[in-house]
């Protein structure tokens, strides 16, 4: 192929990514993040990362793209709806968020950046590049910002005037030397409203999130005991928390998902809690293999339903509860005897 321009190139590569069945991309030039260094390194020793001991690792990867892909010059950012319809929760049974309702996203994401990466080395032969989707040592929403795809909103995740922020994001790290996007631009204003919608108070200030008392981040990434100040906000939630995306006025604009496999299926819509508290590992891995949920493990799941029961009762609570005080995980048993004082209260 002849020689292309840095600007020709960037039309080129963002019709690749659109091929691929992306719904947005944006590209960003490697370089220094400047300020916005000083933030990731505050925010990890301040230990707001919570027990994610993978966020203190790799800094220098992290902070730099061009260490994890040497000779990398541009960061192509893209991003896939999740959107759906918001869906009522019947009493007795639990919240998932949104974006684990349907197959889980990086099998998504890594099919199409597979088939992207695929048409990229076809176009441009002899290039690098490597691809990530939330699991390796990239800022994706800092480069998804200063690809133009959103900004960075007051609840820390990307919004898009258009799409809302129902987004999930992916990253391929190419050795072309692209022309950038224009860096998103913040459209917040004076909104607090996803500040305002946060149950145990996580955002410390706008722009900023204390993983510790996140509800996403205790009833996911957490291992061991939930913080007994935040059982009670817990709510019906066994799977992550919405409630400062559900806040954000941006949504308006938010579409339902394109992609079929996001779409809920109907045993991840409001699974009973009952059930989710009595299973077994095997039960666990035939009801949510292949799904985000997986990533909270059997105990975690579990852990959370008690928590949720106790919150919220119902006919056959005290009975499941009870029989998970056999659970073979100490930390079923010890949220399933909380869960049982609570109803005795």
């Not at 321009?5 to 220094?32: H, M, N, P, W, Y």
């Not at 200030?205 to 996911?220: G, K």
């Not at 291992?223 to 066994?238: C, H, K, M, Q, T």
């Not at 919150?311 to 009975?319: D, H, L, V, W």
Request: glycine share 8%; with cysteine; hydrophobic share 40%.
């Amino acid at each position: 192929m002849l020689k292309s321009t840095a600007s020709e190139s960037q039309v080129l590569v963002k019709e690749l990514a659109r091929l691929a069945g992306f719904d947005l991309v944006g590209i960003a030039r490697i370089e220094d993040i400047g300020e916005d260094k000083g933030r990731v390194v505050d925010w990890v020793s301040a230990g707001r990362h919570g027990t994610m001991d993978y966020m203190s690792r790799n800094t220098d990867r992290r902070l730099d793209p061009g260490r994890i892909l040497p000779g990398a010059r541009s960061v192509v950012c893209v991003a896939l709806n999740y959107g759906e319809s918001p869906s009522d929760v019947a009493p007795g049974h639990g919240r998932i968020a949104r974006y684990a309702r349907g197959r889980d996203y990086h099998k998504i994401f890594i099919r199409r950046l597979t088939e992207f990466e695929r048409r990229l080395h076809e176009r441009f032969p002899g290039i690098s590049t490597r691809h990530y989707v939330d699991t390796g040592p990239v800022l994706e929403k800092l480069w998804a910002e200063r690809a133009g795809l959103g900004w960075r909103g007051k609840h820390t995740n990307l919004v898009s005037r258009e799409w809302g922020s129902w987004l999930l994001l992916g990253e391929v790290l190419i050795d072309l030397d692209l022309e950038p996007d224009a860096r998103g631009e913040d459209h917040c204003g004076t909104c607090t409203r996803c500040l305002d919608a946060c149950p145990t108070n996580a955002f410390p200030a706008p722009y900023q999130l204390d993983a510790n008392r996140c509800l996403s981040y205790l009833t996911i990434e957490h291992r061991g005991s939930i913080p007994v100040e935040f059982r009670e906000a817990l709510g019906d939630r066994v799977f992550g928390c919405d409630d400062c995306l559900d806040a954000c006025p941006w949504n308006r604009f938010a579409r339902e998902a394109r992609e079929v496999e996001f779409r809920p299926r109907p045993e991840l819509i409001a699974p009973l809690l009952t059930e989710l508290v009595a299973m077994d590992d095997a039960e666990f891995l035939r009801r949510f293999a292949g799904t985000a949920v997986m990533r909270a493990k059997r105990e975690g799941l579990a852990r959370n339903a008690c928590v949720a029961l106790g919150n919220i009762g119902g006919p056959s609570a005290r009975e499941a509860l009870t029989k998970a005080l056999s659970d073979p995980s100490a930390i079923v048993r010890e949220h399933a005897a909380w869960a049982i004082a609570k109803l005795e209260a």
